[in-house]
């Protein structure tokens, strides 16, 4: 049996915390999703991770700015399954899925596929114990850009894709028009909500689960292929050592 990446739609829909219209909307435009998904496996040539729409949108808060919050319309997250073996999956949330336009939901989606590429290259060489915390929503604004492989190396063929990335993420993820929809649309409708300290989006992975990590020798391929453009463009900027 396929697995449905909707499968938490459907349930939240039985469980009555979210309302039929809501639950149809995201089923309706999940089309969005699978083009996008089928569009970064063309242009990365790789397989996509396990990915599922999460019913409730996602929010980051901080301590120090406590009048703010930021919102995580998707995430990649390492998961260790019944079988103790560790999966990396990305997780996106009905509000991406129901409001967001169909650039931006094919930028986020390749987006999560480099943060997927990014942390398997450092699980492979046992260098995730613990990630570095952030303390305040804009160190972990740049702490995540600063991360992640040269979009114009993994998706080289798709200009318009990268158009896309480069376009909703200058220095993180920003798209007032669809904060402002999933705020009005979906928070102040009192749909399910879960909120995540900024200082808590840590990942912590035992060495023994990194060691049962199973990646395909391809991926590791290309994973080094394009970390070898990354080094290349620093090695030409200004300043380098």
Same mark, same amino acid.
């Given at each position: 049996? @396929? ?19 809501? $639950?149809? *909307? ?5 089309? *969005?999703?699978?083009?996008?998904? @089928?569009? #970064? ?33 998707? !995430?990649? /997250? ?8 560790? !999966? ?8 991406? #899925? ?24 450092? /699980? ?11 303390? &305040?929503?804009?160190?972990? &604004? =740049?702490?995540?850009?600063? !991360? *992640? ?7 080289? @063929? ?5 158009? $896309? ?8 993820? !920003? ?7 999933? /705020?009005? *649309? ?7 909500? &879960? ?27 290309? /994973? ?15 300043? =380098?050592?």
């Amino acid at each position: 049996m @396929s697995f449905d990446p909707l499968y938490k739609v459907h349930d939240a829909l039985a469980a009555g915390q979210i309302p039929q219209k809501m $639950h149809d *909307l995201v089923a309706e435009r999940f089309p *969005l999703v699978t083009e996008g998904i @089928s569009r #970064v496996e063309q242009a990365s040539g790789l397989s996509y991770p396990y990915y599922y729409v999460e019913p409730s949108m996602v929010v980051s808060t901080s301590a120090v700015e406590f009048t703010q919050f930021g919102i995580f319309f998707a !995430r990649t /997250i390492p998961v260790v399954g019944d079988d103790n073996l560790l !999966r990396v999956v990305v997780q996106l949330t009905a509000p991406l #899925v129901a409001f967001g336009l169909k650039g931006t939901i094919h930028a986020i989606l390749a987006h999560e596929f480099m943060h997927y590429l990014e942390l398997v290259s450092r /699980i492979v060489k046992m260098n995730v114990v613990s990630d570095e915390l952030s303390g &305040t929503l804009f160190e972990g &604004t =740049y702490a995540d850009a600063g !991360r *992640l492989l040269e979009e114009r190396a993994v998706f080289k @063929s798709d200009q318009t894709l990268i158009r $896309h990335i480069t376009s909703r993420f200058p220095e993180g993820f !920003r798209d007032l028009k669809l904060e402002d929809k999933a /705020i009005k *649309l979906w928070m102040d409708k009192g749909l399910p909500m &879960t909120k995540v300290p900024i200082d808590s989006n840590v990942i912590k992975i035992p060495v023994e689960a990194m060691a049962r990590l199973q990646v395909e020798q391809v991926v590791k391929d290309k /994973i080094a292929q394009y970390e070898s453009v990354k080094l290349r463009k620093r090695k030409g900027q200004p300043g =380098y050592v």
